[in-house]
């Protein structure tokens, strides 16, 4: 079986899992739309100073959001050892990370897609205003918060605080890359284009995301494995 092909087999199981239960893509959604709803009533959506940063406000609840998501990667394979069967299956450790890392990926970026109009609405800013940059900066930012999310999932299965020990490992990590997500959000949520003077945050998202990924992949064998 090829790589990619073990990569889809063990993308499709999660999502089919999830999508049976929708557990975590419930509390996270609701998650982010209660959030949402209580920064509105904190900041006035009419103020340039909220629009100024409602770049951080909306990472803020993507980056809680998901890791309510990601805490379920690795958690929902311990009921009758299907995590052990998992790691002694004859497959790489490399394709399940990746299976698993693209099936957040999925999940997460559905959560956000919704919580994107209701950001639009909640406060009064014109987010389609540079989508095709924006939807570019929401899929690098995503993609560096799952595959790091993913491989601490792993760490943290067998510790019985990971719904804590997930975000104090993952959110310092994420921290270059919400910076530039940020960043860039706040831009383009108001009209601004990625021009050269902000262009050093799409690479260091860019950046990020290959070598995090490159650096997971590497070390899966020795986090499932020990």
Not at 55 to 72: H, K, S, Y
Not at 117 to 136: C, D, E, K, R, S
Not at 166 to 178: D, K, R, S, T, V
Not at 207 to 213: A, K, Q, S
């Amino acid at each position: 079986m090829g790589f990619l092909r073990l990569i889809g087999v063990v993308m499709l199981k999660d999502l089919r899992a999830e999508l049976r239960t929708k557990e975590a893509v419930n509390a996270s959604l609701s998650f982010a739309l209660v959030v949402l709803v209580l920064f509105s009533f904190a900041f006035d959506p009419d103020e340039e100073t909220t629009r100024a940063i409602s770049g951080g406000l909306l990472w803020i609840v993507f980056a809680f959001a998901g890791t309510l998501l990601l805490n379920r990667s690795f958690a929902r394979e311990l009921p009758n050892d299907c995590l052990d069967a998992l790691i002694s299956a004859p497959i790489p450790g490399s394709a399940l990370l990746l299976g698993k890392a693209l099936a957040n990926f999925l999940l997460v970026l559905a959560v956000e897609f919704i919580a994107l109009p209701l950001f639009g609405i909640f406060y009064n800013v014109h987010w389609t205003a540079q989508w095709p940059q924006l939807l570019l900066v929401i899929l690098l930012a995503t993609w560096g918060m799952t595959i790091t999310g993913t491989i601490f999932s792993a760490l943290t299965v067998n510790i019985r605080l990971r719904e804590v020990m997930l975000p104090i490992l993952n959110f310092p990590i994420l921290i270059p890359a919400l910076l530039g997500a940020m960043q860039l959000t706040s831009a383009l949520v108001a009209g601004q284009p990625i021009t050269e003077a902000n262009s050093s945050w799409l690479k260091m998202l860019i950046g990020f995301d290959i070598m995090y990924t490159a650096v997971s992949v590497f070390l899966v064998e020795t986090v499932l494995v020990g």
